[in-house]
């Protein structure tokens, strides 16, 4: 089984009849809402909550009964991707550029899912750049702010055009060489004002769901 399929499919084990699901975005994230349709197909009742346009649109076709974000109070579990975890469960997510809306969902879930292949396990951050969702109006400003943090940042192109997330932000990939203080990191992005949200997710993470490479499943708690 694909390594994705595999840790995608695990991590469902973690809903009952009943609950409130964050769906998240991207290609692992998809393996898990793929099973979720099918879990739904044959009896089970949730409701489920998007990350972004592209999980709503997947959900819809798979007829998972889906809460509109404005009724949206807690939710029970969120079973999301991560670009890379490090060994104390510190995460960048952002890749698919659905960051800010994967970062309200987490923060109001009571038990936070992380689906990864072995790949994307890191001692320390770093390896992946950082997505940085900032506002256009003065993004060249915001820019220079981000690379005083020590990171080299570039701006996302996606077929030749700026990228625009469902928000109507841009992303900024900043690429730092390595990250001992996530938590510390976040703070200071985010206390920059053209920033609107970065993909560092430092201490959310309950639960991380990879594999060994071998065809089993490693959960790290």
């Known amino acids: 089984m694909n390594p994705k399929q595999l840790v995608g499919e695990k991590a469902t084990t973690y809903i009952k009849d009943g609950m409130i699901v964050g769906l998240g975005t991207g290609s692992t994230a998809y393996f898990a809402i793929m099973k979720i349709g099918e879990l739904v197909k044959n009896g089970l009742s949730i409701k489920g909550v998007p990350t972004s346009k592209a999980t709503e649109e997947l959900a819809i076709s798979l007829n998972i009964p889906l809460l509109a974000i404005e009724d949206v109070v807690k939710i029970d579990v969120t079973i999301d991707g991560a670009d890379e975890f490090d060994a104390n469960k510190n995460l960048t997510k952002g890749g698919g550029a659905a960051l800010l809306r994967e ?16 790949a994307k396990g890191s001692q320390f951050l770093g390896s992946f750049a950082v997505p940085v969702e900032v506002t256009a109006f003065g993004k060249e400003i915001t820019i220079a702010q981000l690379k005083a943090l020590g990171c080299i940042p570039k701006l996302r192109y996606k077929e030749g055009e700026l990228l625009l997330t469902d928000n109507q932000n841009y992303i900024v990939d900043c690429k730092f060489e390595k990250i001992e203080n996530p938590a510390q990191l976040s703070a200071q992005m985010n206390a920059l004002p053209g920033v609107v949200e970065n993909g560092l997710f430092a201490g959310m993470a309950n639960v991380i769901i990879s594999e060994d490479g071998k065809g089993s499943t490693i959960t790290i708690d």
Do not use: N, P
Not at 106 to 117: K, L, N, Q
């Open 103 to 118: 970062k309200i969902i987490a923060s109001v879930t009571d038990f936070y899912v992380i689906i990864a292949d072995a």
